[in-house]
Protein backbone atom coordinates (compact mmCIF):
# COMPACT_ATOMS: atom_id res chain seq x y z
CA UNK A 1 0.00 0.00 0.00
CA UNK A 2 1.32 3.67 -1.10
CA UNK A 3 1.03 7.09 0.11
CA UNK A 4 -1.74 9.75 -1.38
CA UNK A 5 -1.12 9.76 -5.25
CA UNK A 6 -0.78 12.90 -7.62
CA UNK A 7 0.74 15.02 -4.70
CA UNK A 8 4.43 15.83 -3.37
CA UNK A 9 3.53 14.13 -0.07
CA UNK A 10 3.77 10.56 -1.70
CA UNK A 11 7.39 11.10 -1.58
CA UNK A 12 7.31 10.22 1.85
CA UNK A 13 7.06 6.57 1.70
CA UNK A 14 10.28 6.32 0.28
CA UNK A 15 11.97 8.93 2.62
CA UNK A 16 10.45 7.06 5.69
CA UNK A 17 11.84 3.38 4.36
CA UNK A 18 15.67 5.16 4.19
CA UNK A 19 14.96 7.15 7.14
CA UNK A 20 13.98 3.99 8.96
CA UNK A 21 16.91 2.41 8.49
CA UNK A 22 19.13 5.13 9.63
CA UNK A 23 17.72 5.03 13.02
CA UNK A 24 17.60 1.59 13.60
CA UNK A 25 20.02 -0.32 15.42
CA UNK A 26 23.23 -0.91 13.13
CA UNK A 27 24.12 -4.62 12.55
CA UNK A 28 27.38 -6.27 13.97
CA UNK A 29 30.25 -5.57 12.30
CA UNK A 30 30.89 -9.49 12.05
CA UNK A 31 27.97 -10.98 11.88
CA UNK A 32 27.17 -14.64 11.41
CA UNK A 33 26.20 -15.69 8.04
CA UNK A 34 22.53 -16.46 7.36
CA UNK A 35 21.47 -19.69 7.82
CA UNK A 36 18.24 -22.06 7.58
CA UNK A 37 16.07 -21.41 10.57
CA UNK A 38 17.04 -24.47 12.79
CA UNK A 39 13.94 -26.82 14.80
CA UNK A 40 14.10 -24.57 17.56
CA UNK A 41 12.51 -21.63 15.54
CA UNK A 42 9.21 -23.68 14.61
CA UNK A 43 9.50 -25.30 18.50
CA UNK A 44 8.91 -21.71 19.30
CA UNK A 45 5.58 -21.52 17.85
CA UNK A 46 6.85 -19.63 14.96
CA UNK A 47 6.90 -20.36 11.20
CA UNK A 48 9.89 -21.55 9.14
CA UNK A 49 12.44 -19.18 7.23
CA UNK A 50 12.18 -21.16 4.21
CA UNK A 51 9.07 -23.65 3.23
CA UNK A 52 9.27 -26.24 0.86
CA UNK A 53 6.75 -25.91 -2.27
CA UNK A 54 3.78 -28.32 -2.11
CA UNK A 55 1.29 -29.44 -4.86
CA UNK A 56 -1.76 -26.75 -4.56
CA UNK A 57 -5.42 -27.56 -5.14
CA UNK A 58 -8.58 -25.93 -6.42
CA UNK A 59 -9.68 -25.21 -2.86
CA UNK A 60 -8.51 -21.86 -0.99
CA UNK A 61 -6.02 -23.58 1.83
CA UNK A 62 -3.92 -22.49 4.34
CA UNK A 63 -1.40 -25.02 2.65
CA UNK A 64 -1.92 -23.66 -1.03
CA UNK A 65 -1.26 -19.93 0.42
CA UNK A 66 2.02 -20.97 2.16
CA UNK A 67 3.58 -22.56 -0.74
CA UNK A 68 2.78 -19.36 -3.17
CA UNK A 69 3.32 -16.85 -0.61
CA UNK A 70 7.07 -18.23 0.32
CA UNK A 71 7.49 -18.39 -3.40
CA UNK A 72 6.27 -15.00 -4.21
CA UNK A 73 7.95 -13.77 -1.36
CA UNK A 74 11.47 -15.15 -1.76
CA UNK A 75 14.62 -13.42 -1.86
CA UNK A 76 15.49 -14.18 -5.11
CA UNK A 77 12.42 -12.03 -6.66
CA UNK A 78 14.63 -9.60 -5.13
CA UNK A 79 11.81 -6.91 -3.66
CA UNK A 80 9.70 -6.79 -6.86
CA UNK A 81 10.61 -3.27 -7.88
CA UNK A 82 8.09 -2.54 -10.56
CA UNK A 83 10.41 -1.37 -13.85
CA UNK A 84 13.62 -4.29 -11.96
CA UNK A 85 14.43 -7.86 -13.27
CA UNK A 86 12.66 -9.15 -9.94
CA UNK A 87 9.39 -7.01 -10.85
CA UNK A 88 9.49 -9.26 -14.22
CA UNK A 89 10.34 -12.58 -12.04
CA UNK A 90 7.25 -11.97 -9.97
CA UNK A 91 5.06 -11.41 -13.06
CA UNK A 92 6.48 -14.21 -15.44
CA UNK A 93 5.38 -16.55 -11.99
CA UNK A 94 1.80 -15.44 -11.81
CA UNK A 95 1.45 -15.46 -15.63
CA UNK A 96 2.95 -19.08 -15.58
CA UNK A 97 0.22 -19.62 -13.03
CA UNK A 98 -2.94 -18.61 -14.77
CA UNK A 99 -1.90 -20.24 -17.35
CA UNK A 100 -1.94 -23.66 -16.12
CA UNK A 101 -5.14 -22.76 -14.58
CA UNK A 102 -6.77 -22.15 -18.29
CA UNK A 103 -7.32 -18.62 -17.77
CA UNK A 104 -8.01 -16.33 -21.09
CA UNK A 105 -4.83 -13.78 -21.31
CA UNK A 106 -6.09 -10.37 -21.37
CA UNK A 107 -3.08 -8.31 -21.86
CA UNK A 108 -1.65 -6.83 -25.04
CA UNK A 109 -1.05 -9.20 -28.17
CA UNK A 110 -3.06 -12.90 -26.68
CA UNK A 111 -0.15 -12.19 -23.56
CA UNK A 112 -1.37 -12.21 -20.07
CA UNK A 113 0.92 -8.93 -20.10
CA UNK A 114 -0.17 -4.99 -19.77
CA UNK A 115 3.19 -3.23 -20.83
CA UNK A 116 2.36 0.08 -18.36
CA UNK A 117 4.84 3.04 -19.68
CA UNK A 118 7.24 3.54 -16.49
CA UNK A 119 10.13 6.21 -16.83
CA UNK A 120 12.81 7.23 -14.81
CA UNK A 121 13.09 11.04 -14.66
CA UNK A 122 15.28 12.96 -12.49
CA UNK A 123 16.79 16.71 -12.91
CA UNK A 124 19.92 17.31 -15.33
CA UNK A 125 23.29 17.51 -13.89
CA UNK A 126 23.99 20.15 -16.62
CA UNK A 127 21.24 22.25 -14.95
CA UNK A 128 22.30 25.81 -13.69
CA UNK A 129 20.72 28.38 -11.61
CA UNK A 130 22.54 32.12 -10.51
CA UNK A 131 21.70 34.56 -8.45
CA UNK A 132 22.66 38.08 -10.02
CA UNK A 133 25.38 36.60 -12.09
CA UNK A 134 26.91 34.29 -8.80
CA UNK A 135 26.63 30.41 -10.10
CA UNK A 136 25.22 28.25 -7.05
CA UNK A 137 25.80 24.65 -7.10
CA UNK A 138 23.49 21.80 -7.24
CA UNK A 139 22.65 19.53 -4.13
CA UNK A 140 24.60 21.45 -2.01
CA UNK A 141 22.54 25.49 -2.59
CA UNK A 142 19.73 24.35 -4.03
CA UNK A 143 17.93 20.83 -4.67
CA UNK A 144 15.78 20.67 -7.42
CA UNK A 145 12.34 18.54 -6.49
CA UNK A 146 11.57 15.65 -8.64
CA UNK A 147 8.49 15.80 -11.24
CA UNK A 148 5.52 13.72 -10.35
CA UNK A 149 4.00 13.17 -13.60
CA UNK A 150 0.48 14.79 -14.12
CA UNK A 151 1.54 17.85 -11.37
CA UNK A 152 4.75 19.06 -12.64
CA UNK A 153 4.95 18.84 -16.05
CA UNK A 154 8.32 17.56 -18.09
CA UNK A 155 10.52 20.41 -20.02
CA UNK A 156 12.66 23.11 -19.60
CA UNK A 157 11.67 25.82 -16.40
CA UNK A 158 12.83 29.49 -16.84
CA UNK A 159 15.72 28.75 -19.29
CA UNK A 160 16.82 32.42 -20.73
CA UNK A 161 15.29 34.12 -18.17
CA UNK A 162 15.87 36.94 -15.90
CA UNK A 163 13.41 35.97 -13.27
CA UNK A 164 12.63 38.59 -10.42
CA UNK A 165 12.71 37.30 -6.81
CA UNK A 166 10.05 37.98 -4.05
CA UNK A 167 9.52 36.64 -0.43
CA UNK A 168 6.56 35.27 0.20
CA UNK A 169 6.89 34.70 3.87
CA UNK A 170 7.25 31.20 5.93
CA UNK A 171 5.53 28.06 3.98
CA UNK A 172 2.38 27.47 4.88
CA UNK A 173 1.17 30.97 6.12
CA UNK A 174 -1.78 31.71 4.49
CA UNK A 175 -0.68 35.47 5.40
CA UNK A 176 1.67 35.44 2.28
CA UNK A 177 1.24 37.07 -1.08
CA UNK A 178 -0.99 36.77 -3.43
CA UNK A 179 -1.15 34.33 -6.23
CA UNK A 180 -1.12 37.36 -8.99
CA UNK A 181 2.28 39.29 -7.05
CA UNK A 182 3.69 35.52 -7.21
CA UNK A 183 2.85 35.43 -10.76
CA UNK A 184 6.07 35.35 -13.42
CA UNK A 185 8.21 35.31 -9.78
CA UNK A 186 10.71 32.98 -7.93
CA UNK A 187 8.96 33.03 -4.59
CA UNK A 188 10.90 32.11 -1.28
CA UNK A 189 9.35 30.95 1.24
CA UNK A 190 11.02 30.90 4.83
CA UNK A 191 10.88 27.47 7.12
CA UNK A 192 7.16 27.15 8.86
CA UNK A 193 6.91 29.68 11.46
CA UNK A 194 5.36 27.21 13.36
CA UNK A 195 8.09 24.57 13.47
CA UNK A 196 11.16 26.19 12.39
CA UNK A 197 13.66 23.40 13.54
CA UNK A 198 11.45 21.01 11.41
CA UNK A 199 12.89 19.64 7.57
CA UNK A 200 9.52 19.47 6.58
CA UNK A 201 9.24 17.68 3.10
CA UNK A 202 5.20 17.83 3.88
CA UNK A 203 5.12 22.03 4.06
CA UNK A 204 6.36 21.83 0.44
CA UNK A 205 2.28 21.48 -0.99
CA UNK A 206 1.50 23.86 2.21
CA UNK A 207 4.12 26.50 0.92
CA UNK A 208 2.76 27.33 -2.44
CA UNK A 209 2.46 24.91 -6.02
CA UNK A 210 -1.17 25.05 -5.24
CA UNK A 211 -0.93 28.31 -4.15
CA UNK A 212 0.80 30.40 -6.72
CA UNK A 213 0.27 28.45 -9.88
CA UNK A 214 1.70 30.81 -11.73
CA UNK A 215 5.11 31.31 -10.69
CA UNK A 216 7.58 30.86 -12.64
CA UNK A 217 9.40 29.07 -9.23
CA UNK A 218 9.35 28.08 -5.66
CA UNK A 219 12.09 27.89 -3.14
CA UNK A 220 11.54 26.70 0.62
CA UNK A 221 14.58 27.82 2.85
CA UNK A 222 14.49 24.25 4.30
CA UNK A 223 17.96 22.90 3.02
CA UNK A 224 19.76 23.31 5.82
CA UNK A 225 17.64 21.14 8.01
CA UNK A 226 16.76 18.18 5.98
CA UNK A 227 18.06 14.96 6.90
CA UNK A 228 20.68 13.68 4.63
CA UNK A 229 18.44 10.09 3.31
CA UNK A 230 16.20 12.65 1.78
CA UNK A 231 18.73 14.78 0.52
CA UNK A 232 20.31 11.34 -1.43
CA UNK A 233 16.48 10.71 -2.50
CA UNK A 234 15.88 13.71 -4.26
CA UNK A 235 19.30 13.15 -6.50
CA UNK A 236 17.84 9.48 -7.33
CA UNK A 237 16.02 9.28 -10.34
CA UNK A 238 12.22 8.97 -9.71
CA UNK A 239 9.99 6.88 -11.21
CA UNK A 240 6.87 8.28 -13.42
CA UNK A 241 4.01 7.52 -15.78
CA UNK A 242 5.08 8.82 -19.52
CA UNK A 243 1.53 10.20 -19.81
CA UNK A 244 2.68 12.39 -23.05
CA UNK A 245 2.55 16.24 -22.89
CA UNK A 246 1.05 17.66 -19.93
CA UNK A 247 -1.71 19.35 -19.78
CA UNK A 248 -2.61 22.79 -18.25
CA UNK A 249 1.14 24.26 -19.02
CA UNK A 250 3.89 24.59 -16.75
CA UNK A 251 3.64 24.05 -13.49
CA UNK A 252 6.03 25.74 -11.08
CA UNK A 253 9.48 24.83 -11.08
CA UNK A 254 10.12 23.70 -6.78
CA UNK A 255 13.46 23.78 -5.09
CA UNK A 256 14.74 23.59 -1.53
CA UNK A 257 17.65 26.21 -0.66
CA UNK A 258 19.92 26.83 2.30
CA UNK A 259 18.86 29.88 4.41
CA UNK A 260 21.86 31.51 3.27
CA UNK A 261 21.22 31.61 -0.62
CA UNK A 262 17.42 32.47 0.23
CA UNK A 263 19.17 35.64 2.19
CA UNK A 264 21.39 36.23 -1.13
CA UNK A 265 18.37 35.91 -3.72
CA UNK A 266 16.50 38.56 -1.29
CA UNK A 267 19.24 40.66 -0.41
CA UNK A 268 18.72 40.76 3.47
CA UNK A 269 18.13 38.55 6.37
CA UNK A 270 14.92 36.66 6.45
CA UNK A 271 14.16 37.50 9.87
CA UNK A 272 13.76 41.55 8.99
CA UNK A 273 11.65 40.53 5.66
CA UNK A 274 8.21 41.16 5.41
CA UNK A 275 6.13 38.99 2.49
CA UNK A 276 6.22 40.75 -0.68
CA UNK A 277 9.82 42.38 -0.61
CA UNK A 278 11.46 42.20 -3.55
CA UNK A 279 14.64 40.64 -4.30
CA UNK A 280 17.52 40.08 -7.17
CA UNK A 281 17.12 38.38 -10.29
CA UNK A 282 17.87 34.80 -11.21
CA UNK A 283 18.75 32.94 -14.42
CA UNK A 284 18.40 29.27 -14.64
CA UNK A 285 17.97 26.26 -16.86
CA UNK A 286 16.88 23.38 -15.35
CA UNK A 287 16.02 20.69 -16.90
CA UNK A 288 14.75 17.30 -16.80
CA UNK A 289 15.73 14.18 -18.30
CA UNK A 290 13.24 10.80 -18.73
CA UNK A 291 14.29 7.22 -20.08
CA UNK A 292 12.61 4.50 -19.68
CA UNK A 293 12.33 2.13 -16.36
CA UNK A 294 15.70 -1.00 -17.46
CA UNK A 295 12.68 -3.38 -17.13
CA UNK A 296 9.10 -3.85 -18.38
CA UNK A 297 6.62 -3.01 -15.53
CA UNK A 298 3.82 -5.16 -16.43
CA UNK A 299 0.23 -5.52 -15.42
CA UNK A 300 -1.18 -9.04 -15.54
CA UNK A 301 -4.61 -9.53 -16.65
CA UNK A 302 -6.48 -12.68 -17.36
CA UNK A 303 -10.63 -13.58 -17.48
CA UNK A 304 -12.52 -16.38 -16.62
CA UNK A 305 -15.17 -16.53 -18.98
CA UNK A 306 -18.76 -16.01 -17.55
CA UNK A 307 -21.76 -18.89 -18.54
CA UNK A 308 -24.56 -16.33 -19.40
CA UNK A 309 -24.02 -15.30 -23.06
CA UNK A 310 -25.62 -11.98 -22.39
CA UNK A 311 -23.70 -11.53 -18.61
CA UNK A 312 -20.59 -12.75 -19.59
CA UNK A 313 -19.68 -9.43 -21.41
CA UNK A 314 -19.48 -7.90 -18.20
CA UNK A 315 -16.79 -8.12 -15.58
CA UNK A 316 -16.18 -8.11 -11.99
CA UNK A 317 -12.35 -7.24 -11.09
CA UNK A 318 -10.46 -8.45 -8.63
CA UNK A 319 -7.14 -6.97 -7.87
CA UNK A 320 -3.83 -6.77 -6.17
CA UNK A 321 -0.50 -5.32 -6.69
CA UNK A 322 2.76 -7.27 -7.91
CA UNK A 323 5.00 -5.06 -6.68
CA UNK A 324 6.88 -3.93 -3.44
CA UNK A 325 9.68 -1.68 -2.81
CA UNK A 326 13.03 -3.60 -3.57
CA UNK A 327 16.33 -3.59 -2.56
CA UNK A 328 16.91 -1.26 0.40
CA UNK A 329 20.26 0.45 1.65
CA UNK A 330 21.86 0.47 3.83
CA UNK A 331 21.88 -3.26 4.46
CA UNK A 332 20.82 -3.85 8.50
CA UNK A 333 20.61 -6.60 11.31
CA UNK A 334 16.85 -8.44 10.20
CA UNK A 335 16.29 -9.21 14.34
CA UNK A 336 17.33 -5.63 15.21
CA UNK A 337 15.65 -3.81 12.94
CA UNK A 338 12.46 -6.17 13.92
CA UNK A 339 13.00 -5.40 17.82
CA UNK A 340 13.27 -1.57 17.21
CA UNK A 341 10.40 -0.89 15.06
CA UNK A 342 8.11 -3.11 17.74
CA UNK A 343 8.61 -0.41 20.07
CA UNK A 344 9.65 2.62 18.15
CA UNK A 345 7.71 2.28 14.69
CA UNK A 346 4.48 -0.39 15.89
CA UNK A 347 3.22 0.62 12.52
CA UNK A 348 6.35 0.49 10.33
CA UNK A 349 7.08 2.83 7.78
CA UNK A 350 3.54 4.78 8.68
CA UNK A 351 5.20 5.66 12.54
CA UNK A 352 7.71 8.63 11.94
CA UNK A 353 11.42 7.58 12.53
CA UNK A 354 12.62 8.67 15.90
CA UNK A 355 16.21 7.60 18.18
CA UNK A 356 15.02 4.99 20.82
CA UNK A 357 14.51 6.33 24.62
CA UNK A 358 17.04 4.86 27.22
CA UNK A 359 14.08 2.73 28.41
CA UNK A 360 12.83 1.78 24.92
CA UNK A 361 16.43 0.69 24.24
CA UNK A 362 16.17 -1.78 27.57
CA UNK A 363 12.85 -3.22 25.67
CA UNK A 364 14.14 -3.32 22.65
CA UNK A 365 17.36 -5.27 23.68
CA UNK A 366 15.23 -7.86 25.52
CA UNK A 367 13.34 -8.67 22.38
CA UNK A 368 16.40 -8.82 20.46
CA UNK A 369 18.06 -11.62 22.96
CA UNK A 370 15.33 -13.47 22.71
CA UNK A 371 15.11 -13.80 19.00
CA UNK A 372 18.86 -14.63 19.51
CA UNK A 373 18.12 -17.50 21.24
CA UNK A 374 15.94 -18.55 18.18
CA UNK A 375 18.12 -18.04 15.80
CA UNK A 376 21.92 -16.14 14.77
CA UNK A 377 22.09 -12.19 13.52
CA UNK A 378 21.24 -12.21 9.54
CA UNK A 379 21.83 -9.41 7.36
CA UNK A 380 18.61 -7.92 5.57
CA UNK A 381 18.42 -5.43 2.31
CA UNK A 382 15.64 -7.22 0.62
CA UNK A 383 11.92 -5.98 1.57
CA UNK A 384 9.77 -8.96 0.36
CA UNK A 385 6.42 -7.75 1.07
CA UNK A 386 5.22 -10.74 2.10
CA UNK A 387 2.16 -8.95 3.41
CA UNK A 388 2.38 -5.68 1.02
CA UNK A 389 1.09 -7.53 -1.21
CA UNK A 390 2.41 -10.82 -1.71
CA UNK A 391 -1.01 -11.79 0.65
CA UNK A 392 -3.33 -10.15 -1.88
CA UNK A 393 -1.14 -11.53 -4.72
CA UNK A 394 -0.99 -15.13 -3.73
CA UNK A 395 -5.16 -14.96 -2.33
CA UNK A 396 -5.81 -13.66 -5.96
CA UNK A 397 -3.79 -16.52 -7.09
CA UNK A 398 -5.95 -18.88 -5.13
CA UNK A 399 -9.51 -17.65 -5.91
CA UNK A 400 -8.68 -17.58 -9.60
CA UNK A 401 -7.60 -21.29 -9.00
CA UNK A 402 -10.91 -22.54 -6.92
CA UNK A 403 -13.06 -20.57 -9.76
CA UNK A 404 -10.97 -22.03 -12.70
CA UNK A 405 -11.94 -25.43 -11.00
CA UNK A 406 -15.80 -24.65 -11.56
CA UNK A 407 -17.62 -26.75 -13.83
CA UNK A 408 -21.77 -26.23 -15.37
CA UNK A 409 -23.66 -23.95 -13.42
CA UNK A 410 -21.38 -23.85 -10.63
CA UNK A 411 -19.35 -21.40 -12.94
CA UNK A 412 -20.17 -17.64 -12.58
CA UNK A 413 -22.72 -15.97 -14.89
CA UNK A 414 -20.37 -12.62 -15.22
CA UNK A 415 -17.19 -13.00 -16.29
CA UNK A 416 -14.10 -12.17 -13.61
CA UNK A 417 -11.38 -10.01 -14.27
CA UNK A 418 -8.23 -10.56 -12.43
CA UNK A 419 -5.51 -8.21 -12.93
CA UNK A 420 -2.34 -8.01 -10.90
CA UNK A 421 -1.48 -4.42 -11.27
CA UNK A 422 2.27 -3.24 -11.31
CA UNK A 423 3.97 0.05 -10.05
CA UNK A 424 1.14 0.45 -6.90
CA UNK A 425 4.01 1.53 -4.75
CA UNK A 426 5.66 4.00 -6.97
CA UNK A 427 1.89 5.76 -6.79
CA UNK A 428 -0.83 3.39 -8.47
CA UNK A 429 0.21 3.43 -12.21
CA UNK A 430 -0.45 -0.01 -12.72
CA UNK A 431 -4.05 0.72 -11.88
CA UNK A 432 -3.92 4.07 -13.28
CA UNK A 433 -2.82 2.44 -16.87
CA UNK A 434 -5.19 -0.31 -16.98
CA UNK A 435 -8.60 1.55 -15.96
CA UNK A 436 -6.94 4.94 -18.24
CA UNK A 437 -5.98 1.70 -21.60
CA UNK A 438 -8.48 -0.88 -20.38
CA UNK A 439 -8.53 -3.93 -22.58
CA UNK A 440 -11.95 -4.60 -22.34
CA UNK A 441 -14.44 -2.18 -22.19
CA UNK A 442 -14.02 0.06 -18.83
CA UNK A 443 -18.15 0.22 -18.60
CA UNK A 444 -18.18 -3.74 -18.85
CA UNK A 445 -16.88 -3.83 -15.29
CA UNK A 446 -19.38 -3.96 -12.31
CA UNK A 447 -17.19 -3.81 -9.75
CA UNK A 448 -13.67 -3.81 -8.37
CA UNK A 449 -12.49 -5.87 -5.07
CA UNK A 450 -9.14 -4.95 -4.62
CA UNK A 451 -6.90 -7.18 -1.83
CA UNK A 452 -3.93 -4.95 -0.81
CA UNK A 453 -2.45 -5.93 2.76
CA UNK A 454 -4.67 -9.41 4.56
CA UNK A 455 -1.62 -11.32 5.95
CA UNK A 456 -1.76 -9.81 9.36
CA UNK A 457 -4.69 -7.84 11.40
CA UNK A 458 -3.77 -9.03 15.29
CA UNK A 459 -4.30 -7.63 18.70
CA UNK A 460 -0.62 -7.09 18.35
CA UNK A 461 -0.42 -5.95 14.56
CA UNK A 462 -3.38 -3.71 15.41
CA UNK A 463 -3.86 -2.47 18.79
CA UNK A 464 -7.14 -2.19 20.75
CA UNK A 465 -8.73 -3.65 17.52
CA UNK A 466 -6.83 -6.40 15.43
CA UNK A 467 -7.61 -10.19 16.42
CA UNK A 468 -8.97 -13.12 15.13
CA UNK A 469 -11.93 -11.42 13.08
CA UNK A 470 -10.85 -8.29 12.29
CA UNK A 471 -10.75 -6.73 8.81
CA UNK A 472 -11.14 -3.43 7.67
CA UNK A 473 -13.05 -2.36 4.41
CA UNK A 474 -12.65 0.77 2.54
CA UNK A 475 -15.12 2.10 0.11
CA UNK A 476 -17.77 -0.01 -0.28
CA UNK A 477 -20.74 2.34 -0.23
CA UNK A 478 -18.85 5.50 -1.81
CA UNK A 479 -20.55 4.55 -4.74
CA UNK A 480 -22.79 2.02 -4.71
CA UNK A 481 -25.24 1.28 -1.38
CA UNK A 482 -26.03 -2.33 -2.79
CA UNK A 483 -22.49 -3.66 -2.87
CA UNK A 484 -22.06 -2.73 1.01
CA UNK A 485 -25.16 -4.46 1.51
CA UNK A 486 -23.91 -7.22 -0.35
CA UNK A 487 -20.60 -7.34 1.33
CA UNK A 488 -21.71 -7.08 4.77
CA UNK A 489 -24.86 -10.01 3.78
CA UNK A 490 -22.82 -11.83 2.83
CA UNK A 491 -20.40 -11.99 5.68
CA UNK A 492 -23.38 -12.74 7.71
CA UNK A 493 -25.40 -14.96 5.98
CA UNK A 494 -22.59 -17.40 4.74
CA UNK A 495 -21.16 -17.19 8.41
CA UNK A 496 -17.46 -15.63 7.41
CA UNK A 497 -17.79 -13.99 11.13
CA UNK A 498 -15.90 -11.24 10.66
CA UNK A 499 -16.03 -7.86 12.15
CA UNK A 500 -15.96 -5.35 9.77
CA UNK A 501 -13.58 -2.40 10.81
CA UNK A 502 -14.95 0.78 8.32
CA UNK A 503 -13.80 3.86 10.78
CA UNK A 504 -10.89 4.13 8.34
CA UNK A 505 -13.22 4.94 5.63
CA UNK A 506 -15.03 7.72 7.61
CA UNK A 507 -14.89 11.06 5.02
CA UNK A 508 -12.21 12.74 5.66
CA UNK A 509 -10.05 10.35 7.50
CA UNK A 510 -6.23 11.45 7.71
CA UNK A 511 -4.98 8.21 6.89
CA UNK A 512 -6.66 8.47 3.48
CA UNK A 513 -6.67 4.80 2.79
CA UNK A 514 -9.46 5.27 0.29
CA UNK A 515 -7.14 7.14 -2.13
CA UNK A 516 -3.99 4.56 -1.06
CA UNK A 517 -4.32 1.66 -3.65
CA UNK A 518 -5.42 0.45 -6.79
CA UNK A 519 -8.99 0.10 -6.27
CA UNK A 520 -9.32 4.24 -6.65
CA UNK A 521 -8.50 4.39 -10.02
CA UNK A 522 -11.28 1.93 -10.65
CA UNK A 523 -13.33 3.92 -8.74
CA UNK A 524 -12.34 7.38 -10.31
CA UNK A 525 -14.47 6.50 -13.11
CA UNK A 526 -17.36 5.42 -11.33
CA UNK A 527 -17.33 1.50 -10.78
CA UNK A 528 -17.73 0.22 -7.29
CA UNK A 529 -14.93 -0.48 -5.04
CA UNK A 530 -14.31 -2.80 -1.86
CA UNK A 531 -10.94 -2.36 -0.51
CA UNK A 532 -9.80 -5.48 2.15
CA UNK A 533 -6.96 -4.92 4.13
CA UNK A 534 -6.08 -5.55 7.91
CA UNK A 535 -3.86 -2.48 8.09
CA UNK A 536 -0.58 -1.42 8.85
CA UNK A 537 2.09 -3.02 10.63
CA UNK A 538 5.72 -2.96 12.70
CA UNK A 539 6.69 -4.27 9.02
CA UNK A 540 5.11 -2.14 6.89
CA UNK A 541 7.72 -1.08 3.67
CA UNK A 542 10.57 -2.90 6.18
CA UNK A 543 12.83 -5.26 5.28
CA UNK A 544 11.25 -7.95 7.99
CA UNK A 545 7.74 -8.08 5.79
CA UNK A 546 8.94 -11.82 5.45
CA UNK A 547 5.98 -14.85 4.61
CA UNK A 548 7.14 -16.69 8.65
CA UNK A 549 5.85 -13.89 10.10
CA UNK A 550 1.89 -14.11 8.27
CA UNK A 551 -1.22 -15.32 9.52
CA UNK A 552 -2.40 -17.95 7.18
CA UNK A 553 -5.38 -18.99 8.48
CA UNK A 554 -6.73 -15.26 8.74
CA UNK A 555 -5.83 -14.83 5.24
CA UNK A 556 -7.26 -17.80 4.07
CA UNK A 557 -10.48 -16.95 5.39
CA UNK A 558 -10.29 -13.26 3.93
CA UNK A 559 -9.73 -15.10 0.61
CA UNK A 560 -12.66 -16.95 1.31
CA UNK A 561 -14.49 -13.97 1.94
CA UNK A 562 -13.48 -11.91 -1.49
CA UNK A 563 -14.52 -15.30 -3.44
CA UNK A 564 -17.88 -15.48 -1.85
CA UNK A 565 -18.69 -12.10 -2.66
CA UNK A 566 -17.28 -11.96 -5.81
CA UNK A 567 -19.74 -14.80 -6.94
CA UNK A 568 -22.33 -13.13 -5.25
CA UNK A 569 -22.20 -10.22 -7.47
CA UNK A 570 -21.15 -12.10 -10.51
CA UNK A 571 -24.42 -14.28 -10.64
CA UNK A 572 -26.80 -11.06 -9.60
CA UNK A 573 -29.51 -10.46 -12.58
CA UNK A 574 -28.94 -6.88 -12.54
CA UNK A 575 -25.61 -5.11 -12.29
CA UNK A 576 -25.16 -2.75 -8.96
CA UNK A 577 -26.82 0.41 -9.01
CA UNK A 578 -24.13 3.55 -8.40
CA UNK A 579 -26.41 6.04 -6.37
CA UNK A 580 -23.75 8.00 -5.40
CA UNK A 581 -21.55 10.75 -7.50
CA UNK A 582 -18.85 10.08 -9.49
CA UNK A 583 -15.39 11.82 -9.27
CA UNK A 584 -14.09 13.69 -11.53
CA UNK A 585 -11.58 10.68 -12.74
CA UNK A 586 -8.42 13.27 -13.76
CA UNK A 587 -8.58 15.21 -10.33
CA UNK A 588 -6.82 14.31 -7.02
CA UNK A 589 -8.45 12.20 -4.95
CA UNK A 590 -9.82 13.09 -1.52
CA UNK A 591 -10.84 10.74 0.91
Known amino acids: MRGSHRNLPRLAGAVGVLAAVACA ?103 TLTVAGSALALGKD ?80 TLDVSPPPFIAFLA ?100 SLKAFNRIVRPRGAEDQPRPATADEMVKINAIKDSLRKISPPRLDSIANGADDDGSGTVSVLEIAQKMASLKGDAVPRRSILFVWHTGEEKGLYGSQWFTDHPTVPRDSIVAQLNIDMIGRGTAADVPGMGGDDYLQLIGSRRLSTQLGDLVDSVNQANHHGFKFDYSYDAPGHPAQIYCRSDHYMYARYGIPITFFTTNEHQDYHQVTDEPQYIDYPHMARVAQLVDDIAMTVANRDQRLVVDHPKPDPHAACRQ
Open 25 to 127: PSAPATPEPAQSTPASHESAGLLPLKHAPQPTSADISVPDLMTRLYIYADDSMMGREAGTIGNVKATDYIAGQVKQLGLQPAGENGTYFQTVNMIEQGVDTAS
Open 236 to 335: QPQSGLDEGEPQGGPAPLGILISNAIAEQMLGAPLSGLKPGAAGKTVDAAVRYRKAPVPYPARNVVAILPGRDPVLKHQYVAIGAHNDHVGIQHPVVEHD
Open 142 to 221: YVVLPQVPGFLPFGDHMEGQAVPVIYGGPAGDTTGITAAQAAGKLVVLSAPADQPGKPGWQFWSRGGLDRYPDAVGIAVA
